[in-house]
């Protein structure tokens, strides 16, 4: 089975921009969830999504927002960016999110 | 954000000692996971646990949830350079849809 996919793998943006990252689960898998990861903060959670619907969302302004397709694709989206949001971008995904996650390699997002 | 209590948050071993880590909760869990990640990489998920104290191996790496399911821990045998890398607790409580992660343990290896 082919693991969690993130596309891209790197970005550079300036402030003020918006950007879309994308994330393919494993196959059958169909809960997506979303983490920044930054040395200061450690691992941070930004949402989960099942079947489309987002079902939790951790403490982070609207700017970062997310969504999730019939075939459990997800996306996540941060617009307005700030040189803060500079971070790893990880996704995982699971059969459900009451059981283990698998992660994805991350997006590498450098704010400038 | 929330963070779990993670110990200890480096530690320098030699080659072939054991290791033992350990992460703390104000909260108890129904599940806990053990990840390891390296330099510019995902987390690779190592060990789940579901049931307060079970004890689950995975090669060299030993987990266990602790009976008060307010902890869990870790250990590593014979550790190897390999092992150096990044580890990581999360735990779930309950009716929630999220994890919650450790502030990770950095394991460094002497050869």
């Known amino acids: 089975k082919a693991g969690v996919t993130q596309t891209p793998r790197y970005l550079i943006k300036t402030r003020g921009q918006q950007v879309t990252l994308s994330c393919s689960p494993i196959s059958g898998h169909r809960s997506v969830s979303w983490y920044q990861q930054t040395p200061g903060q450690g691992l941070q959670f930004l949402f989960e999504?099942?079947?489309?619907?987002?079902?939790n969302k951790g403490n982070f302004p609207g700017r970062f927002s997310g969504r999730q397709f019939s075939n459990s694709r997800s996306e996540m989206n941060v617009s307005t960016l700030e040189l803060g949001d500079s971070a790893l971008y990880l996704c995982a995904s699971s059969a459900d999110s009451r059981y283990e996650q698998y992660f994805g390699p991350g997006t590498r997002l450098t704010v400038t | 954000g929330q963070q779990l209590n993670q110990s200890p948050q480096s530690m320098f071993i030699q080659e072939g000692e054991d290791v033992s880590m350990n992460c703390t909760s104000s909260?108890?869990?129904?599940?806990w996971l053990w990840y390891k990640q390296d330099p510019g990489e995902g987390p690779v998920l190592l060990i789940a646990?579901?049931?307060?104290?079970e004890l689950t191996s995975n090669g060299r790496l030993t987990a266990q949830f602790g009976i008060t399911r307010k902890d869990s821990f870790l250990n590593i045998s014979a550790s190897i350079p390999s092992d150096v890398g990044i580890y990581f607790c999360?735990?779930?409580?309950?009716?929630?849809?999220?994890?919650?992660f450790g502030t990770g343990t950095r394991l460094k290896v002497l050869a």
């Open positions: 999504y099942f079947s489309e619907t987002q079902r």
């Open positions: 999360a735990g779930r409580t309950s009716g929630t849809y999220k994890y919650i």
């Open positions: 909260s108890i869990f129904n599940t």
């Open positions: 646990l579901y049931k307060a104290g």
